[in-house]
């Protein structure tokens, strides 16, 4: 039979789930590296003639908008655009808004612009900028709307990928970093050093990995990267197990006998045998699902507060902050990073899973 | 008479024309081809042939009982005149012509099923019959017990189902009390003796031997008309392996039951069963009484079944590495026949078309009573067998290829290397061994004071049960497990004191094979990569020189140089153990230790291994400890053999002192007697052992509870002192208070 | 008797440990506890911070075993009986889901384990992994606005008084469906079940019994349950740690929203407490499993 290789590719199992996941993979990566440079907004800038504009795209407007959000969203342009105050732009006598809360979230937006004056507030652009920006923000219109504080969503979402992305990898090295030794050790050597590695990991497994990093956060209050450091060693423990067993299903065919038979040192064994040899394939499966695992716990974190702060943009606080607005119907605020958030918990898994699959298959299972 | 070989009325299973596709969607292999089959009433039935060969799946098929199930079927298959399969023409929704798929024109209607709706249909045509007409058990047999229910609810079950054929006893008692009562009586019947204990223990309790007779009995629970019997005793000891055949021969005269037999291996079939079908490639090539099949194979391929197993150790052509059955004769790639003495004209015929089966007619006279060795007349007594076996065989050319001898493995004609023992030298020593393991609370001597010598140049070999240490001592050897005492001595120089540097000399100069290749060859790594990685050591080598080395090494063991690029996953099993072969090679050893090197591997191959070591032996001048379980594999091999049992060496000569009558120590004989053959006199030897398990006793002699001596003698010394390792006849020690004669 | 005696003493030890690495994550905070909190000479002196670091950890870990958790370093009320307002409706939280998810997971987990390869079986694989990748706090978005969007109604209110049906149903269902499904927790169930079903399925007793004609429902019966529980034990850990999110989400005053709250506001005596007691609940149920694979297993019994 003649196929090309990519029939060939495409017969194995998991074929599919490897390429779509892989496919999402490639477009976070190349937000995470690229930033918004290319985009017409950054994140950083305000367009405040068009706070909480719905998507431009006219499928997704009529889709994530109510007409109740419509109206106040109309109001709010008149407010505005009237008012002096662009951090506040909804006017404090609205008793509508003040029901659902707005008031209270435009409070946190001057909180955080507060809060960033001292670094880079030089981006909300004076009055007289600001105008030209907003001329220009007539002919370049938001593809997927703003929100409250005028950012474009488009250039939160790409910006938002970053601190996915990067913590994510302080996560794996951490978990694969300390887990795939300790796992290959507990394999190799047995004995007591599987008992500490074991009594190590119970101890870690005996406490919920969300509220150890609620401890953490409330003894240190560390930035993400540290974080996400302890979400890496509450990781370690699943890890190092799978190693482990696997190492040990090895050594019961023989495999670690044969090894030192031939005279091969420890490291060799370790290294080349059981870890490049028979547990590469692993090491690249539970970098996807640890990646995935990690994109999940640093949005809730975001969206608890305690991940990356406002000034900085996530997915997770994106949503936070979008909270009330929400329930007035700004659908889409909140739309855009849940979607974002599964899409790239969803590509990590489907990669992670389909190559899992094609392990399997290799494997005989 | 019929020509495809039936033996006529009165069959209990009669399958015809049997195919069975595994696959879907098109995309299709074959399995099983064209098979026909028939077992009359109490009769034994052996089905051999190599792994692969499709026996297996033309049993469990059958029964539904295949992993993936197959696609595609054709062909009837009936007991007691009754379909085991579905109604094929209410399932049809394609018919698919045979012939497209390399067949020969036979079309046949064929069921495309989906899938489920097949198999529901096939589960309820079976569900009257499983475990009611027809009982299986299996190679595995502690595995195939539930880990958590007890031998006696495992009986319960079987019984329960099965009430109403024990309707009188039932009624007699009534309840559970009743059953147990039955079920702890059908356990007495397969041997086992103290079944009242046995039913309240778990499956992980008991030996494999035990679980066997366990499934056996559950079977009988049922009362079933024919029992299944798929490779049986291939994971089980030799002795228990001899026990358990008896006990189907008892179960055939007692109860009626006709078995079929499945197995690779000719010394099992050939004792137990009356009539054999060889497959081949899932086809049926020959068929017939066994004494005849056995005795003047028609087909090459038996021919070559029974050369490799009665002729260990001679040079076999290798088959080549990808056979290819197009039309022709599946098996001519092998075929000594069609690359050797056939003309050209001749040889068209086996390419061009399937050989169908030719008929040796044999008359009831010819299967004369007499010709049977007394006492072994296998369808005397019971009423309704088949009198009657047709003998044929699909070859061209049947009975070209000769087998070489009768299939008894007694022949050796091995140009051992000169036995003289002229001032000898010994490449390894071995002093007091000792080796304590225990687990958790209790401890047992693994080791108990081994000493043997091996010569250089020659080949020692260990034989023992599993559990005897064997195994230990080979890896003590290897350095690669720690001893409690003693010395290992190579040329002088003790393995246990040396250092590391000298230790990473040493271990190029002592290797070691293994059973499992997979363990031993990295599944990740090239063959080539794999050998290079053993001139590592050596320090800096020109990879010119690796090159070479390699290539020398695969020539060495008859791989093609192209193999080294594969993984091992793409090897065949015989494949993969030559290159463990070369991987111990590469380093030009002087002394390997062979642990069970061919226990994992087919008949055929077994013989290949072993003429490859034999030949390493002559020209490198190699030395081995061969470590194995059984003892006519090492009797080819070895020039001195120890026998252990249970951690001691219980006798130790040359080779030649290894017959029935000569050895000395009970248990050697009872392993020799164990080796399935048909010799009358055997029989009654074994006779004289006791049906028991091997159990480690505390003080005395290990094997009293199985020794016929000292059951008869109930002498007190074996009771209280092990008997020491003594030179009771010249070069002959052994360790028993009553040697035989 | 001595394999038992092992496991209780695993268990005693493991506390201990568990108790020393939260005391010792706490401690590790910079600068003087009391200086945070500005706490009063007095306070300090009842939560022990006067004294030395080791001394400080024994003396709660000794009030801990007396259920004296300590003060909350924020409002002074007793962290113990903060807890105990707080976690009755946390366990009805957390094992109404634990309860959804197996009614949901075990018969789909069955039935993709036995017929893997089926439409139905790979639908289930497609469903349970996008399911799994939703985050609790998204799907808990999803939920409210369908719910605001079509029912225009929610209780956020916890009930009081006698136990009435509705306001029950409507207070808890839809933390119990989020927790449940958002948490990955049925998904992680209906994997892992339909993986052991695939190995028993596959297991030589299996092929033997039904080769017996022998009712199957029972061997698998007996082989399922260990990996069902087992399954559960080790779930727990991701299920506590979802009730902060969920709890956050809906409001909901359970232990999750307790120990979110004590992190914002640094709380250290409470959020130790939370976390010790939410150890203390894992680590129980670690142990039922290891008793009931004793009893169960006859192999582990030696």
Not at chain 1, 190 to 218: A, M, Y
Not at chain 3, 286 to 292: P, T, W
Request: overall charge positive.
């Amino acid at each position: 039979m003649n196929k090309s290789p990519v029939r060939r590719f495409l017969k194995q199992p998991g074929s599919y789930r490897i390429l779509a996941g892989g496919v999402i993979v490639f477009l976070l990566a190349l937000a995470t590296l690229s930033g918004s440079a290319w985009t017409k907004y950054g994140p950083d800038d305000l367009d405040l003639d068009n706070l909480l504009s719905p998507p431009s795209v006219k499928w997704l407007k009529g889709l994530l908008t109510t007409e109740e959000g419509m109206r106040i969203q109309a109001r709010n342009q008149a407010g505005g655009r009237g008012g002096e105050n662009h951090a506040r732009p909804v006017s404090s006598d609205d008793e509508d808004l003040d029901f659902l809360g707005v008031q209270d979230s435009a409070a946190a937006g001057t909180a955080t612009g507060m809060e960033g004056s001292g670094t880079g507030n030089g981006r909300v652009p004076e009055t007289g900028e600001s105008d030209n920006r907003s001329e220009a923000g007539k002919a370049k219109p938001h593809v997927l709307g703003t929100d409250k504080n005028g950012r474009d969503m488009l250039a939160l979402l790409i910006a938002g990928a970053r601190n996915c992305f990067l913590p994510g990898l302080v996560t794996c090295a951490f978990a694969l970093g300390l887990g795939v030794p300790l796992g290959l050790f507990a394999g190799y050597y047995g004995g007591r050093v599987r008992k500490i590695v074991g009594t190590f990991n119970s101890t870690i497994l005996s406490l919920p990995r969300l509220v150890l990093i609620l401890v953490v956060i409330c003894a240190l209050e560390p930035n993400v990267y540290y974080t996400m450091g302890v979400l890496g060693a509450t990781l370690i423990p699943r890890v190092s197990e799978l190693i482990a067993t696997r190492v040990r299903i090895l050594s019961n065919m023989g495999f670690i006998l044969a090894a030192k038979e031939a005279a091969l040192s420890d490291f060799t064994i370790l290294y080349r045998h059981l870890f490049w040899y028979q547990n590469r394939a692993v090491f690249f499966i539970q970098f996807s699902l640890i990646m995935a695992e990690s994109i999940l716990v640093e949005t809730t974190l975001s969206y608890l507060q305690f991940g990356t702060k406002p000034p900085e943009v996530s997915w997770g606080n994106i949503i936070e902050g979008s909270q009330m607005s929400f329930f007035s119907g700004f659908y889409w605020i909140t739309f855009f990073p849940a979607v974002a958030i599964i899409l790239a918990i969803l590509g990590f898994f489907y990669l992670g899973d389909g190559l899992n699959a094609r392990l399997a298959y290799r494997e005989g299972r | 008479m019929k020509a495809d070989g039936t033996v006529g009325g009165g069959a209990l299973l009669s399958i015809r024309d049997l195919c069975i596709w595994f696959g879907g969607g098109g995309n299709y292999l074959k399995a099983v081809n064209h098979a026909s089959l028939e077992v009359g009433r109490g009769e034994i039935v052996g089905l051999i042939g190599q792994s692969g060969s499709g026996k297996t799946t033309l049993a469990m098929g059958l029964l539904g009982l295949v992993k993936g199930y197959p696609g595609l079927w054709s062909g009837e298959a009936l007991l007691d005149g009754k379909s085991l399969l579905p109604d094929m023409a209410r399932l049809i929704t394609r018919k698919e012509i045979a012939a497209g798929k390399g067949d020969q024109g036979r079309s046949g209607e064929t069921v495309e099923k989906k899938y489920i709706p097949f198999q529901r249909a096939h589960r309820r045509q079976l569900r009257g019959v499983l475990g009611r007409e027809i009982a299986t058990i299996f190679q595995e047999p502690k595995a195939s017990l539930d880990p958590f229910y007890t031998v006696g609810e495992h009986m319960l079950e079987a019984l329960e189902r099965n009430l109403d054929r024990h309707g009188d006893a039932v009624k007699a008692g009534g309840g559970k009390k009743a059953l147990k009562a039955i079920g702890v009586g059908l356990l007495k019947d397969v041997g086992l003796v103290d079944a009242e204990n046995l039913w309240g223990l778990h499956p992980h309790e008991i030996s494999g031997g035990m679980a066997q007779r366990v499934m056996i009995s559950m079977a009988l629970c049922a009362k079933p008309k024919l029992l299944i019997a798929d490779e049986p005793s291939t994971s089980l000891d030799v002795t228990t392996q001899a026990k358990l055949l008896q006990l189907f021969l008892t179960l055939r005269d007692k109860h009626g039951l006709s078995i079929i037999i499945i197995s690779h291996d000719i010394g099992v079939i050939q004792e137990i069963s009356s009539r054999i079908y060889v497959m081949h490639r899932g086809a049926v090539v020959e068929t017939g009484a066994s004494s005849t099949v056995l005795g003047s194979p028609k087909h090459p391929y038996t021919a070559s079944l029974l050369d490799s197993f009665s002729r260990f150790g001679e040079k076999l052509p290798m088959p080549p590495s990808n056979p290819d059955g197009g039309k022709g004769c599946a098996y001519r790639d092998m075929c000594a026949a069609y690359r050797g003495s056939l003309t050209a004209e001749e040889r068209a015929a086996c390419e061009d078309r399937k050989p169908i089966g030719q008929a040796d007619a044999l008359r009831a006279a010819d299967l004369d009573r007499a010709a049977l060795p007394a006492g072994r007349q296998r369808d005397a007594a019971v009423p309704g067998a088949v009198k009657a076996a047709i003998n044929w065989s699909k070859c061209h050319y049947p009975g070209l290829s000769k087998a070489h001898g009768p299939g008894t493995p007694s022949t050796y004609n091995l140009d051992k290397l000169s036995a003289e023992a002229g001032g000898e030298e010994n490449i390894v020593e071995v002093r007091g061994l000792r080796k304590r393991f225990s687990q958790g609370t209790r401890s047992f001597l693994a080791l108990n004071d081994i000493s043997l010598s091996i010569p250089k140049g020659k080949t020692y070999g260990l034989v023992g049960e599993s559990g005897s240490g064997k195994s230990t001592l080979g890896l003590s050897i290897m350095a690669l497990q720690g001893v409690d005492g003693g010395e290992i001595l190579y040329k002088g120089e003790d393995i246990l004191k040396q250092n590391r540097s000298r230790m990473l000399v040493l271990r190029k100069e002592i290797r070691m094979l293994f059973q499992h290749p997979e363990g031993v060859l990295n599944s990740g790594m090239t063959i080539d990569s794999i050998l290079a990685e053993g001139l590592e050591r050596e320090g800096r080598v020109a990879k010119s020189e690796i090159v070479r080395r390699v290539a020398e090494a695969l020539e060495q063991v008859r791989l093609d140089p192209s193999h080294g690029a594969r993984y091992p996953s793409n090897l065949s099993s015989g494949e993969k153990q030559r290159a463990t072969i070369a991987r111990a090679l590469i380093t030009k050893p002087a002394f390997l230790v062979c642990d069970e090197p061919v226990a994992s591997l087919d008949l055929a191959i077994q013989s290949q291994v072993m003429s490859l070591l034999k030949e390493f032996q002559r020209h490198l001048g190699l030395s081995y400890l061969f470590i194995s379980h059984n003892l006519a594999l090492v009797k080819i091999l070895a020039d001195r053999i120890g026998v252990m049992y249970m951690g001691y060496l219980v006798e130790e000569a040359r080779v030649e002192h290894f017959t029935v009558h000569g050895v000395r120590h009970p248990y050697t004989r009872l392993l020799l007697a164990s080796t399935p053959s048909l010799d009358p006199g055997i029989r009654e030897i074994l006779s004289a052992y006791p049906d028991v398990e091997p159990v480690r006793l505390e003080g005395g002699c290990p094997f009293r509870n199985r020794c016929p001596i000292y059951l008869s003698k109930g002498s007190k010394v074996c009771e209280s002192t092990m008997p020491p390792l003594l030179e009771q006849s010249p070069g002959a020690r052994v360790a028993c208070h009553y040697p035989l004669n | 008797m001595r394999t038992i005696a092992k496991i209780v003493g695993f268990f005693a030890g493991s506390l201990l440990l568990v108790s020393f690495l939260i005391f010792g994550i706490i401690h590790l905070t910079p600068g003087d506890i009391a200086e945070i909190h500005n706490l009063s000479p007095s306070t300090a002196h009842q939560l022990y911070l006067d004294r030395p670091m080791i001394v400080q950890y024994f003396l709660w870990f000794k009030g801990c075993l007396t259920l004296d958790f300590g003060i909350s370093m924020v409002n002074g009320a007793k962290v113990s009986s903060l807890i105990g307002e707080y976690m009755p409706p946390t366990l009805l939280l957390a094992f109404g889901s634990l309860f959804l998810s197996l009614l949901v997971a075990i018969p789909l987990g069955v039935y993709r384990g036995l017929r893997p390869v089926s439409p139905l079986g790979k639908f289930i694989s497609l469903a349970v992994y996008t399911l799994s990748s939703i985050p609790v706090f998204v799907l808990g978005y999803i939920v409210l606005a369908v719910v605001f969007g079509v029912f225009r109604f929610y209780v956020t209110a916890p009930p009081e008084g006698p136990f009435q049906f509705w306001p029950y149903v409507s207070y808890y269902s839809l933390p119990i469906f989020v927790l449940a499904v958002g948490n990955g927790t049925i998904g992680e169930f209906v994997r892992f079940i339909s993986l052991e079903v695939q190995n028993v399925n596959g297991a030589m007793f299996i092929k033997a019994a039904r080769a017996r004609g022998s009712r199957l429902w029972r061997h698998f019966f007996r082989s399922m349950v260990l990996p069902i529980f087992n399954i559960i034990v080790t779930n727990m850990a991701v299920l506590l740690g979802g009730l902060v999110v969920v709890e956050r989400i809906f409001n909901f005053h359970g232990l999750g929203w307790l120990s979110w709250e004590a992190t914002l506001k640094r709380d250290f005596s409470v959020i130790m407490g939370i976390t010790l007691v939410m150890a203390f609940l894992i680590r129980v149920f670690m142990l039922a499993n290891d008793l009931l694979a004793v009893w169960l297993d006859p192999r582990m019994r030696e």
